[in-house]
């Protein structure tokens, strides 16, 4: 069973960065391809972003793409990153960590495991 914890979220305004990060509880970190979604208030939760077991191949959705980078800590080997630049408000969500074993997915039915989410604010 896989724990995952994330941090790094908070409010900023329009424009401002953040870094979330996510802690993974196993050493078997690096077999699973990880996600991030998000989730805002009334909304569905949505893919936001995946990247692969190796760390090379990554998958953006639209509204971020160019803004926001995933990267795997290869170092650490138990964390993955998703770097948020020019944020505006529409990025206002609760951001969630995801894992996969089957690889990688923009589908959320296709991750095992959950974080507990972090918030991110973003105002004007």
């Known amino acids: 069973q896989v724990q995952l914890v994330e941090s790094g979220g908070g409010s900023v305004q329009a424009g401002g960065s953040l870094r979330l990060s996510c802690a993974a509880s196993e050493r078997t970190f690096s077999h699973y391809a990880m996600g991030w979604f998000r989730q805002a208030p009334g909304r569905e939760r949505e893919f936001v972003a995946v990247?692969?077991?190796?760390?090379?191949?990554?998958?953006y959705a639209d509204s971020v793409r160019g803004r926001f980078t995933i990267s795997r800590d290869k170092a650490k080997n138990t964390t993955v990153y998703l770097q948020m630049n020019s944020l505006n408000p529409e990025d206002t969500a609760v951001y969630y960590c995801?894992?996969?074993?089957?690889?990688?997915?923009?589908?959320?039915?296709?991750?095992?495991?959950w974080g507990q989410g972090t918030q991110v604010t973003v105002s004007s």
């Open positions: 995801s894992a996969a074993t089957r690889g990688i997915s923009v589908y959320l039915s296709w991750y095992e495991y």
């Open positions: 990247v692969g077991r190796q760390g090379l191949a990554t998958s």
